[in-house]
């Protein structure tokens, strides 16, 4: 079992709809969830972090923890065609020795 | 605040040959990590430093190492180069938190020929 699981997509969603992007992770130590956009070509860029369970709202975007079931989601609300990418989950352990393991990313797709 | 800078941006090299990369942190982080990325592969975690010592390694050959100067810039090296060396390799820095992540570098793109 991978540490950090993503179903890779491709996950077409048509513009204006909500595209829901889902990560399970091992670790039940794990502190810290974040989610990364990768354009093809381009480096990863953070677009947001969550630590506790519930939701956290950052514009269009919605991340959402659920620690007992070892999941976290990302909500795109009002999807555009500029949020086409790959989305990387990212988490990290327990201590600021942890590394962070990042799963294989899910690719996103918005059609006009 | 100036971002994670990597040089060079693209090599290209033949196989058997060395290469070096460097990394610059953002101002303040002393935590680099570097990730080799390829298509079939993901993002793959290299190693990490933190005050010039290795704190976490992946699952590399020996080949690739790394280092880190007191400045917190880190190099990494890959000695003998193969052609499935050939990828995009990232750098990443981050303040020594849990709960802070890492931002990235541009990445530098190597081709192995």
Same mark, same amino acid.
């Given at each position: 079992?991978?540490?950090?699981?993503?179903?890779?997509?491709?996950?077409?969603?048509?513009?204006?709809? +909500?595209? %829901?992007?889902?990560?399970?992770?091992?670790?039940?130590?794990? #502190?810290?969830?974040?989610?990364?956009? #990768?354009?093809?070509?381009?480096?990863?860029?953070?677009?947001?972090? +969550?630590?506790?369970?519930?939701?956290?709202?950052?514009?269009?975007?919605?991340?959402?923890?659920?620690?007992?079931?070892?999941?976290? %989601?990302?909500?795109?609300?009002?999807?555009?065609?500029?949020?086409?990418?790959?989305?990387?989950?990212?988490?990290?352990?327990?201590?600021?020795? %942890?590394?962070? +393991?990042?799963? %294989?990313?899910?690719?996103?797709?918005?059609?006009? | 605040?100036?971002?994670?800078?990597?040089?060079?941006?693209? *090599?290209?090299?033949?196989?058997? @040959?060395?290469?070096?990369?460097? /990394?610059?942190?953002?101002?303040?982080?002393?935590?680099? $990590?570097?990730? @080799?990325?390829?298509?079939?592969?993901?993002?793959?975690?290299?190693?990490?430093?933190? $005050?010039?010592?290795?704190? !976490?390694?992946?699952?590399?050959?020996?080949?690739?190492?790394?280092? @880190?100067?007191? !400045? $917190?810039?880190?190099?990494?090296?890959?000695?003998?180069?193969?052609?499935?060396?050939?990828? *995009?390799?990232? /750098?990443?820095?981050?303040?020594?938190?849990?709960?802070?992540?890492?931002?990235?570098?541009?990445?530098?793109? *190597?081709?192995?020929?």
């Amino acid at each position: 079992q991978k540490e950090v699981e993503q179903n890779s997509g491709p996950l077409s969603v048509p513009e204006g709809a +909500i595209a %829901s992007l889902n990560c399970t992770y091992s670790d039940r130590g794990s #502190q810290s969830f974040f989610w990364y956009r #990768q354009y093809s070509g381009k480096s990863p860029e953070l677009i947001m972090f +969550i630590y506790s369970n519930g939701d956290k709202e950052d514009g269009r975007f919605t991340a959402q923890l659920n620690k007992a079931s070892q999941y976290v %989601s990302l909500l795109i609300r009002d999807s555009q065609p500029s949020d086409s990418a790959t989305y990387l989950c990212a988490v990290k352990g327990y201590s600021s020795a %942890s590394k962070i +393991i990042f799963g %294989s990313g899910t690719r996103l797709s918005i059609r006009p | 605040k100036a971002g994670v800078t990597q040089t060079p941006r693209y *090599l290209i090299k033949t196989r058997g @040959q060395q290469v070096t990369l460097s /990394c610059s942190p953002i101002s303040g982080h002393r935590s680099v $990590s570097w990730y @080799q990325q390829t298509p079939g592969q993901g993002l793959q975690f290299l190693f990490e430093y933190f $005050s010039e010592t290795q704190r !976490n390694k992946g699952n590399f050959p020996g080949r690739f190492s790394g280092r @880190q100067f007191s !400045n $917190s810039r880190s190099e990494m090296n890959v000695s003998t180069l193969e052609l499935g060396d050939s990828a *995009l390799y990232l /750098c990443a820095s981050s303040l020594d938190t849990v709960q802070e992540t890492q931002y990235f570098g541009p990445g530098t793109r *190597l081709l192995v020929l």
